[in-house]
Structure formats: structure tokens, C-alpha cells
Nanobody, 128 residues
Framework: QVQLVESGGGLAQTGGSLRLACSAS????????MAWFREAPGKEREFVAG????????SYADSVKGRFTISRNVAENTMYLQMNSLNPDDTAVYYC?????????????????????WGQGTQVTVSS
């Protein structure tokens, strides 16, 4: 079982930055494909960014490409999402998710149904 805990959410102004962190409880953190999703009020949860095990590959939603950067620190069992040039459309609850290594998947999945483990979410609010 993997437990994921997000942190770093909060309030930012348009054009500002925030960094989210997702800490994992499992020692095999490096084997997990991980991702960030977000859910805005009245909208479906959507893929934001994902990263393969050991950080060899990344994938981004078009809406955040060039503004957000996903990374992971294997030694700290932590994944990050650096969010720059924030705008009000980025306001949402952000969730980190992970795919179990037992699935033997090698690429980032954009569908939430592919993910086995989820954090509790952290609120990001961007004011105009």
C-alpha cells in the first residue's frame, strides 16, 4: 500500500508561483509512475502532469505546458509540481496519484482510472 500526502497549496496572485509536493510512504517510490491531477469546482478531474519512474520521462497537459514543471526526488520519496505564471483558471484542488509497479506500465497515463493510489488533495487558489 502506498500513502500519498500533498502539501504546498495556498493562495497566489495571477502571475505568481507555487510549488506543490507529494510525499510517498513506500520505499519503492522510484518504481511508481506518478502524476498530478486537478479538479475545479463544477468540472471533472483532469490530468495536469506526469512523470515516469526515476524521472526519465514527463508529460504535460497543453494548458500547463511551459508554465508547470514536474520533478521527483527519489532520495526524499517526494514528487514536486512547480507552478509558474499562475492564472485564475489554475484554481482547483490538486491531487497526486501513483500507478502500482505491479502493473508494469512504463509510460505516463493521462486517465485517472489508470492510477491506483491518490492523495487527499491540496487547494490552490489564484486571484485575479
Amino acid at each position: 500500500q502506498v500513502q500519498l500526502v500533498e502539501s504546498g497549496g495556498g493562495l497566489a496572485q495571477t502571475g505568481g508561483s507555487l510549488r506543490l509536493a507529494c510525499s510517498a510512504s513506500r520505499r519503492t517510490f522510484s518504481l511508481l509512475i506518478m502524476a498530478w491531477f486537478r479538479e475545479a469546482p463544477g468540472k471533472e478531474r483532469e490530468f495536469v502532469a506526469g512523470i515516469t519512474y526515476r524521472g526519465g520521462g514527463t508529460s504535460y497537459a497543453d494548458s500547463v505546458k511551459g508554465r508547470f514543471t514536474i520533478s521527483r526526488n527519489v532520495a526524499e520519496n517526494t514528487m514536486y509540481l512547480q507552478m509558474n505564471s499562475l492564472n485564475p483558471d489554475d484554481t482547483a484542488v490538486y491531487y497526486c496519484a501513483a500507478i502500482s509497479p505491479t502493473r508494469r506500465r512504463v509510460d505516463v497515463a493521462r486517465s485517472q482510472s489508470a492510477y491506483d493510489y491518490w492523495g487527499q488533495g491540496t487547494q490552490v487558489t489564484v486571484s485575479s
